[in-house]
């Protein structure tokens, strides 16, 4: 079965409902079908609810965390691992790259599949041949203005495991 993982930015695109939120949806239905694995590391998970919790405030970053404590995505949560935590470190020390984006990055790989992004640093590194990437930023205009920060109704029907 194919595998790829979400990073922020494919989540909070795809609840900005940004041009290329299409393909995360698209993915969402793939899931849910079972045609692919779906997996967001819990670091990346904090990374969207502390942004939206700057940007959109208090209610929408708990809506989001309820959603996921509710097994409203069809996606395995991945928890940062001892093992993997030093693995993730090992990348953040031989690459320019965010804490958070090495935690995406290492889970990508250490599944074999694509890591679904827009951030400018990870496709840096898909360049150079680190990760496999699906670009998001190849797809539609990523302008947020007049965007609002929610939850798609079509999430209250996804389910969510939990990888240990």
């Not at 979400?6 to 079908?33: G, H, K, R, T």
């Not at 692919?36 to 990346?44: A, D, G, Y």
């Not at 031989?94 to 599944?111: C, G, M």
Request: glycine share 6%; charged share 20%.
């Amino acid at each position: 079965m194919k595998q790829a993982v979400l990073d922020a930015y494919a989540i909070l695109a795809w609840m900005q409902q940004e041009p290329c939120a299409q393909v995360v949806s698209n993915l969402f239905a793939q899931a849910e079908q079972e045609d692919i694995e779906l997996f967001l590391s819990c670091i990346n998970a904090g990374e969207v609810y502390y942004r939206l919790y700057k940007t959109a405030g208090s209610k929408a970053a708990n809506d989001f965390k309820e959603a996921l404590l509710q097994h409203k995505f069809p996606l395995m949560l991945v928890s940062a691992s001892n093992t993997r935590v030093w693995r993730v470190c090992g990348l953040k020390g031989q690459y320019r790259i965010s804490y958070a984006d090495a935690f995406a990055i290492e889970l990508a790989i250490d599944k074999g599949g694509q890591l679904v992004t827009g951030d400018p640093e990870i496709l840096a590194l898909a360049a150079q041949g680190v990760v496999d990437t699906c670009d998001l930023t190849s797809i539609g205009d990523h302008s947020t203005e007049g965007s609002e920060w929610l939850l798609n109704d079509a999430a209250h029907k996804f389910k969510v495991r939990e990888d240990q």
